[in-house]
């Protein structure tokens, strides 16, 4: 159950140095640039803590049901903060103590990393995409192209994201996830774009993209096949340690309320506990830990995984 | 120095193709890079013609527009900053400068490949080398990916690499400097181009290899009778593989000659220079000889000829005439074929 969480930083990677491999017939081992990141990543302590982490997250953003059989909406008033803590109580819904509308902490917690995680995902794919997309083009083609992409990626440098992310949700009255997700992703590629940028000009000027083009290559074919597999390295780390980034912010825009609606939510939960902080901590303090684990985790793991990647970190 | 020689013996270079033409003609080309301290011209007025199945070697020092004159051909030049002001590129007697990109690139790699001098640069870190030589056949003639990889272990044996089956799946940076070289080889090689352009193709590989390398570009030249333009600043590997030499200096053409003729009887001092610099067994104890000062800065390109502030023959014309491309005769006046020298004194310097 390793493997979905180490497919999306070691998937893309080594997936693009072999898939040129036609597949199968290969005696040798040839050894690509990520598979010695592979290499690296598997004696790396802080790697396997992060992914581990990250598996355990995963599993309750797929299958909460797994962790807990307390419907997190179910309200008790019966319960009403008076349910504190018992720590014994390993897997039960008063685990973690009940909150103000009488409901499990735990089961609340559990259930909330989906929104977190989906959120996260999605921003860091669509980030990647329309910033790899614009970084590419400018890096490129240059010139004038160049000028307007790199001053629109600044203009879009000097908005906040978390201010963005505000003003652009309150034009939407309904926010699910996916209004949360488009907020985000229009206020947080930048960072993508100026790595691709950097990455694509760097690899346009080595001499295979030259040797490719005296031999008959054209735009496209460079650009994807030549310049695109060598620029995954940098572009990947950067979208691993934002993928952190996106889920806090995801909590803070709940917790100030124009995050999501109705939906449960660590930032949510966060934002309804701080009245009553004093009285019952664990009501915040439980979700806060969660999510505060879950964005270190994906730190961490930009962190190895730019370590593997970059050679002289070795 | 013995400058009496028969000259009649040595094979002079033919310029005509079979078709009447030569394959590649560059006429009066000139290149000039603008830069934020002004214009350097790289390239000032090069004329040079190569044959189907003749060999042009290309001589000179860096920065005397040797690699610039090449990128120019392929069409590789950065533009900006690069310019090409003046002159043509003729390709089977088409100008390839005046072109549509698109019908320029289907040139590039089919009739005209070029071999780089640092292969572990040239080729991509990320693809396995079968990949990149399967790339051509699959852009160029559409072949399926199988189809593709068995042509690539085929050209991987053309340029005899050991256990090419195995290798195919390798990425470059397995194979080593020699064998590097052999795939960028294979690579120019693979459509059966017309003519191929090598850009100092030995100067990364160490001496023993450098042999290895001629020797097989040479063979592969002669079975397929391409044209081949050889780029290098090294007189020893010249030698043996070009029929004909061009001696460039801050972008000009000072000499051409057929290859032989330069070393018995370089007709410019410069040539003359060079020559003279390579160590020799018979002058063991004696101080090596060496060009004086260094090569232009192009920015200020001496007025006159170029070369006149390292001449050692240098007289007051040589500061305010820039010396065309002479025909050389000998001390009869009975034309030497082939041979030209861009010098005011080049009579004193071959005869003299």
């Known amino acids: 159950m390793l493997n979905p969480t180490q497919a999306p930083e070691a998937g893309p990677v080594s997936a693009a140095a072999e898939a040129p491999l036609p597949g199968g017939s290969e005696i040798t081992k040839a050894r690509s640039l990520g598979q010695d990141a592979w290499r690296e990543l598997r004696s790396n302590p802080i790697f396997w803590v992060s992914a581990v982490l990250l598996v355990l997250f995963l599993l309750m953003a797929a299958v909460p049901s797994l962790f807990t059989s307390t419907d997190p909406g179910h309200a008790d008033l019966r319960n009403h903060y008076l349910g504190k803590p018992e720590w014994g109580h390993f897997f039960q819904p008063d685990w973690f103590g009940y909150n103000g509308q009488g409901q499990s902490v735990y089961a609340r917690t559990i259930y909330g990393a989906r929104a977190s995680v989906i959120i996260g995902f999605c921003v860091t794919l669509g980030v990647t995409l329309v910033g790899g997309v614009i970084g590419m083009f400018a890096g490129y083609f240059g010139g004038l192209l160049d000028t307007l992409l790199s001053r629109l990626t600044d203009i879009f440098f000097g908005i906040p994201l978390l201010l963005g992310g505000m003003v652009l949700l309150q034009a939407f009255t309904h926010r699910t996830i996916w209004t949360v997700v488009l907020a985000l992703a229009t206020f947080g590629w930048m960072p993508l774009a100026r790595v691709m940028r950097g990455a694509v000009i760097t690899q346009k000027q080595a001499d295979f993209v030259t040797a490719a083009r005296a031999l008959g290559a054209g735009t496209t074919r460079i650009l994807l096949r030549h310049i695109l597999p060598n620029t995954l390295a940098p572009v990947i780390v950067v979208a691993t340690i934002a993928l952190g980034g996106f889920v806090s912010t995801e909590a803070t825009l709940s917790y100030l309320g124009i995050g999501l609606q109705s939906t449960v939510s660590w930032g949510v939960d966060i934002s309804d506990a701080q009245n009553v902080l004093r009285d019952a901590p664990h009501v915040l303090l439980v979700p806060a830990s969660f999510l505060s684990l879950t964005v270190l985790s994906f730190i961490l793991l930009g962190d190895a995984v730019r370590d593997a990647f970059d050679p002289k970190l070795r | ?352």
């Open chain 2, 1 to 352: 120095m013995t400058t009496i020689e028969k000259t009649g013996a040595e094979p002079s270079a033919r310029v005509e193709d079979a078709d009447g033409g030569p394959l590649l003609e560059v006429r009066d080309l000139h290149v000039e890079f603008h830069t934020r301290d002004g214009v350097a011209k790289a390239v000032n007025g090069v004329n040079y013609s190569v044959s189907a199945g003749e060999t042009l070697a290309v001589l000179g020092e860096s920065g005397s527009g040797k690699s610039v004159t090449a990128q120019a051909i392929m069409g590789i030049l950065d533009m900006p900053p690069g310019k090409i002001p003046q002159g043509e590129i003729l390709f089977r007697g088409e100008d390839m400068l005046t072109m549509a990109p698109e019908e320029r690139r289907k040139i590039r790699g089919r009739r005209i490949a070029m071999i780089f001098q640092d292969a572990l640069s040239a080729l991509n870190p990320v693809l396995s080398v079968g990949y990149q030589l399967g790339e051509m056949f699959r852009v160029h003639q559409g072949l399926s990916k199988k189809d593709a990889k068995a042509k690539a272990i085929e050209l991987m044996e053309r340029v005899r690499i050991p256990a090419a089956k195995e290798r195919v799946g390798d990425y470059p940076h397995q194979f080593s400097g020699g064998m590097r070289q052999r795939i960028m080889i294979a690579m120019a090689l693979a459509l059966e181009p017309d003519l191929i352009i090598a850009d100092e193709p030995t100067t990364a590989l160490d001496v023993t290899v450098q042999a290895q390398v001629m020797d097989l570009l040479a063979e592969l030249q002669r079975e397929y009778n391409m044209g081949l333009i050889l780029i290098t600043h090294d007189l020893g590997v010249v030698a043996d593989v070009a029929d004909k030499i061009a001696v460039m200096y801050a972008g000009r053409i000072v000499e051409t000659a057929p290859v032989h003729e330069l070393y018995k009887r370089p007709a410019h001092p410069y040539t003359k220079g060079l020559l003279d610099s390579i160590p020799r067994l018979d002058h063991k104890g004696q101080e090596l000889y060496a060009i004086k000062g260094l090569p232009p800065n192009l920015l200020k390109i001496p007025t006159g000829c170029a070369f006149n502030p390292r001449c050692p023959k240098a007289q007051d014309i040589c500061t305010t005439e820039v010396p065309a491309l002479a025909a050389v005769a000998e001390q009869d006046g009975t034309e030497l074929p082939g041979r030209g020298s861009a010098c005011h004194f080049w009579k004193e310097t071959i005869h003299g």
